[in-house]
């Protein structure tokens, strides 16, 4: 069985991933991820581009999303590490990130996700009204 190489922040997206991203193969890439996850395959936590960037058409060695793409999911990526209590190179099955996801409250998450383009889609119950 493969190991999942994430970067931390990609451990939020995991569980709130609906279908929609950068271009069809990063859908194809996310859903085989997701599967092999579901399927009892570890994720090891790795710093900088993962098995996520590797499909997005915005990876060229870091993420060039923006100017200072690799910048911001960074701070993503510190904010998520800290908030799951996890280090780098630890590794964890799917069963025991959603345990670490489920102790940290609605608000602190979409702290942790804050400005990502994604944010008001992954935890719209927090915006409304
Ligand atoms: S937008 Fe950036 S961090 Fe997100 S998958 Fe693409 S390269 Fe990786």
Redesign the pocket.
């Known amino acids: 069985m493969r190991i999942v190489r994430l970067?931390p922040?990609?451990m939020m997206c995991l569980l709130n991933f609906g279908g929609e991203g950068?271009s069809s193969e990063?859908v194809r890439n996310f859903w085989e991820i997701l599967e092999c996850l579901e399927l009892g395959s570890e994720m090891l936590v790795v710093e900088g581009?993962?098995d996520?960037?590797r499909?997005?058409?915005?990876?060229a060695g870091?993420?060039?999303?923006s100017e200072k793409?690799?910048v911001f999911?960074r701070g993503?990526d510190r904010r998520a590490l800290e908030k799951l209590g996890l280090k780098k190179n630890e590794v964890l099955d799917l069963k025991k990130l959603v345990e670490k996801v489920l102790k940290i409250p609605e608000k602190e998450l979409a702290e942790v996700c804050s400005g990502c383009i994604w944010l008001r889609r992954c935890y719209s119950q927090l915006f409304k009204g």
């Open positions: 970067r922040h990609h950068y990063f581009g993962d996520i960037c499909a997005c058409p915005h990876f870091e993420c060039r999303m793409g690799e999911v993503l």
